[in-house]
Structure formats: C-alpha cells, structure tokens
T-cell receptor, first 113, second 115 residues
Framework: AQSVAQPEDQVNVAEGNPLTVKCTYS??????LFWYVQYPNRGLQFLLK??????LVKGSYGFEAEFNKSQTSFHLKKPSALVSDSALYFC???????????FGAGTQVVVTP | DTGVSQDPRHKITKRGQNVTFRCDPI?????LYWYRQTLGQGPEFLTY????????KSRLLSDRFSAERPKGSFSTLEIQRTEQGDSAMYLC?????????????FGPGTRLTVL
C-alpha cells in the first residue's frame, strides 16, 4: 500500500521569502515521488520527480525538492517565492516505475506581495 | 506537442442521464490514466490503459462507469445513470513507457455537474 500526507492545508508566505511545502509518504518498496501544481480550473502541471540518485531534485520554475529516506519526506522548496506561485500543490507517490499515483490532499500556497 | 486534451471541458447533466468524456493523449504516449478529483481533495485513481489494454480499475469505478481505449490512442469514459455524487473533475493523464520518462502529463480536465 502507498500513502501520502501533506500536513498543511495552506501555506502563507510573503513574496521574496523562502517557500516550503511539506510531504511525507509511505510505500512498501522504493518510492517514486512527484510534485504537481494546479491553477484554478486547470489540470495538473508536472514540477519535478525523484526516481533515484541525488537527494536534491531541481525542477521547473525554480522549484526543488529534497528526498529524505530516513524521514520518508519529500518537501518542495523555492528560495524566493513569487505571487504567481500562488496555487494548489500536490505531492504524489507510487511504489513502481510506472502505474497509478497516490496523491496527497494538496496544499494551497498563498504568496502575498 | 499539443499536450493532453479533454472534451468537453464542462458538462452539466440531470441525474439519471448518461455522459461520455473523451481524452486524447500526447501522441507518442502508450499509457493513459483516468483520475477523479472532488473539491478540496487530491486526484483519485480510476483506471489506466497500456495501449488498448485496461490493466487496472479502482473500486471507485462502479458498474455505472466504463472506460475504453479501442485503438490505443484516444480514450472515453462513460458514466451511466449519473448521480449527484458523480459531480467532480475528471482528469486524464498520459505517459510514455520507460523508467526515466514515465511522468504523467495531465489534461485540463472535464468538470461534471449533476443536477
């Protein structure tokens, strides 16, 4: 079985400040971890993924994520948030190289000017 | 690359009616997934195809739901005798076979409202 937890429903940050969105996971085997972003009335846009290799993964729009096996976490980060980063962020996991995702409930990010 | 497309974008129907949604994946992608997303929740898996074969169906997919991908290209999702609880965003995603490239790319979704 696989599961994902996003402990924060909403994260508020001022523009220019660092942004962190938390994600923890549980899988029976090796984790395949993804982050997606969703803007209102839109589908999900892929940001980045961890399959293997370096624990720090860099993705689109200046986002990065750090895989921590001991803490079973995959937190999304951005050094300097923009107002345009305001959106709904989803963490997703699967326990195989392909197949269905298990998504978290999502975290709403609000970046204020 | 035109991305994943879905049609229609919005559908309003009355309870008891049948509806059908279409998904056109990215052209070289042989895997296609359907998810359902309700307000305030993450997407939930419904079913997926590799080429024309339907490999897995969620228990969420009741007997009223059926999905097809007859030629391994576009897919349809049909809901028969719709219920108000079927109101949701239906998302389609596609991916290309291979460990390093099996990222799912999502379409814009079809928002279903059952009155």
């Amino acid at each position: 079985a696989q599961s994902v937890a996003q402990p924060e429903d909403q994260v508020n940050v001022a523009e220019g400040n660092p942004l962190t969105v938390k994600c923890t996971y549980s899988v029976s085997g090796n984790p395949y971890l993804f982050w997606y972003v969703q803007y209102p009335n839109r589908g999900l846009q892929f940001l980045l993924k961890y399959i293997t290799g370096d624990n720090l993964v860099k993705g689109s729009y200046g986002f990065e994520a750090e895989f921590n096996k001991s803490q079973t976490s995959f937190h999304l980060k951005k050094p300097s948030a923009l107002v345009s980063d305001s959106a709904l962020y989803f963490c997703a996991v699967r326990d195989s190289s392909w197949g269905k995702f298990q998504f978290g409930a999502g975290t709403q990010v609000v970046v204020t000017p | 690359d035109t991305g994943v497309s879905q049609d229609p974008r919005h559908k309003i129907t009355k309870r008891g009616q049948n509806v059908t949604f279409r998904c056109d994946p990215i052209s070289e992608h042989n895997r296609l997934y359907w998810y359902r997303q309700t307000l305030g929740q993450g997407p939930e898996f419904l079913t997926y195809f590799q080429n024309e074969a339907q490999l897995e169906k969620s228990r969420l997919l009741s007997d009223r739901f059926s999905a097809e991908r007859p030629k391994g290209s576009f897919s349809t999702l049909e809901i028969q005798r719709t219920e108000q609880g079927d109101s949701a965003m239906y998302l389609c995603a596609s991916s290309e076979q291979g460990v390093s490239t099996d990222t799912q790319y999502f379409g814009p979704g079809t928002r279903l409202t059952v009155l």
